[in-house]
């Protein structure tokens, strides 16, 4: 539904497509699940240049993406369509048992297939960065361009990240009473959380994910799988698949921050040899989150490296 003051033959559509009920679990093993998306695409112009699929990182969600992936569509020549994706276990996809780079890939190639995608350009970061490494390299005649955020293909993540089965552990054990508002269990699960994790801007980012309930006096609930992500993080998150005779020779441009560790000069000869025709670009002063904490400056190399 358009809103009355918008002339509807000239807005940017923002359509929300939810597959399944939150919660849902898929229990055939290797089975691609439905994934929630938005679309962000424009009624009155549109163009053949392929679209461009974004994925976030871990514990986010398709919204995270929202400013970014409008200015994407208004900026890149020619306008291209562009979805932002829920990965299984997040957001408003299906939750599973299983999560594995593996399977995040067959749930894109399933995505392909549902919206008719011949060719997309790619945006990942971090987890998300790495599912759609992992799509260039498995199946490259899907991908036009690569762009990869604060993420490598070595063994491993950044130092900062011994802390995550730590942080899965503490909100599942947050508790929080159906007749609370969102508001008072946003700060009781900031209160809870805050024994563990000091920074005030993660523990925000994570209770994003604190939901309540459609119905009345529903409980809370998260939208991340806290189970299947804690239980499989150290294989299906901080692993990235061990290959070899692969590689994308698609351009690619990595873009890290200068003040994070996901991406260091040893992770360079494998970057290179999986992504031949890659660049790496640090952005000054950023850190992991680097197209939140320099949105301006992400979002500049997006649009140059897309509309060469």
Request: proline share 6%; charged share 20%; aromatic share 8%.
């Amino acid at each position: 539904m358009y809103p009355s003051t918008i002339n509807p033959a000239s807005m940017i559509l923002y359509s929300s497509i939810r597959t399944l009920h939150l919660g849902a679990t898929c229990n055939a093993r290797s089975v691609p699940v439905p994934l929630s998306f938005t679309r962000y695409e424009n009624n009155v112009s549109s163009s053949n240049a392929p679209p461009v699929l974004v994925l976030h990182g871990l514990f986010g969600s398709k919204s995270n993406w929202n400013s970014l992936a409008k200015a994407f569509h208004k900026n890149t020549k020619p306008v291209r369509k562009i979805y932002a994706i829920d990965a299984r276990n997040h957001g408003d996809s299906p939750h599973t048992d299983e999560h594995s780079y593996d399977h995040m890939v067959e749930d894109l190639v399933e995505l392909y297939k549902t919206l008719g995608i011949q060719q997309a350009s790619i945006i990942g970061h971090s987890m998300g960065g790495r599912a759609m490494m992992l799509l260039a390299l498995k199946y490259p005649e899907l991908v036009e361009k690569a762009i990869i955020v604060d993420i490598s293909p070595s063994p491993g993540l950044g130092t900062s990240n011994t802390n995550i089965p730590l942080f899965l552990q503490s909100m599942k054990m947050i508790r929080i009473s159906p007749d609370a508002t969102i508001h008072q269990a946003r700060k009781i699960a900031d209160e809870q959380l805050a024994r563990i994790v000091s920074e005030k801007p993660l523990r925000d980012f994570l209770i994003t994910n604190l939901v309540k309930g459609e119905k009345m006096g529903g409980e809370f609930r998260w939208r991340i799988n806290l189970q299947s992500l804690e239980r499989n993080f150290n294989t299906g998150v901080a692993q990235f698949p061990t290959l070899t005779g692969v590689k994308f020779d698609g351009p690619t441009l990595f873009i890290a921050g200068g003040r994070s560790d996901y991406v260091q000069s040893k992770d360079v000869p494998l970057i290179k040899t999986l992504f031949p025709n890659s660049e790496i670009t640090y952005v000054k002063d950023a850190g992991h989150w680097v197209h939140s904490e320099k949105s301006t400056e992400f979002s500049k190399l997006v649009l140059n490296f897309l509309n060469e």
